[in-house]
């Protein structure tokens, strides 16, 4: 069983800060690339983020130059620091990793259960 569960989402003004945390546990022998999603209500789910297990980033255009992704690999935790927030980055939003649960076998994505982020303008 692999499990990620996502903490920090909340409720924050247009111009405000949040942070959010994407644990990582169960039987786990490498995680590669890890990213943030979000989905907005009636809207598909879109890549906000992804980290690879080296530290190389991918952004979205939107959030380019307000979020920063990070990882600490020994604790097996993504991070996603979202700064100027807009009213269109309400959304739930989603971590997702790409583990491989024991040696020689492929891996598979999993994804955390979401934590609702909405900005008030």
């Known amino acids: 069983q692999v499990q990620l569960v996502e903490s920090g989402g909340g409720l924050v003004q247009a111009g405000g800060s949040l942070s959010l945390s994407c644990v990582v546990s169960?039987?786990?022998?490498?995680?590669?690339?890890m990213g943030w999603y979000r989905q907005a209500p009636g809207k598909q789910r879109d890549l906000v983020a992804t980290i690879s297990s080296r530290g190389s980033t991918n952004y979205a255009d939107s959030v380019k130059g307000r979020f920063t992704i990070a990882r600490d690999n020994a604790k097996k935790t993504a991070y996603l620091q979202m700064n100027s927030l807009k009213s269109e980055d309400t959304a739930v939003y989603y971590c997702?990793?790409?583990?491989?649960?024991?040696?020689?076998?492929?891996?598979?994505?999993?994804w955390g259960q979401g934590t609702q982020v909405t900005v008030s303008s």
């Open positions: 997702s990793a790409n583990v491989v649960r024991a040696v020689r076998e492929r891996s598979f994505d999993y």
């Open positions: 169960g039987s786990i022998f490498s995680i590669n690339a």
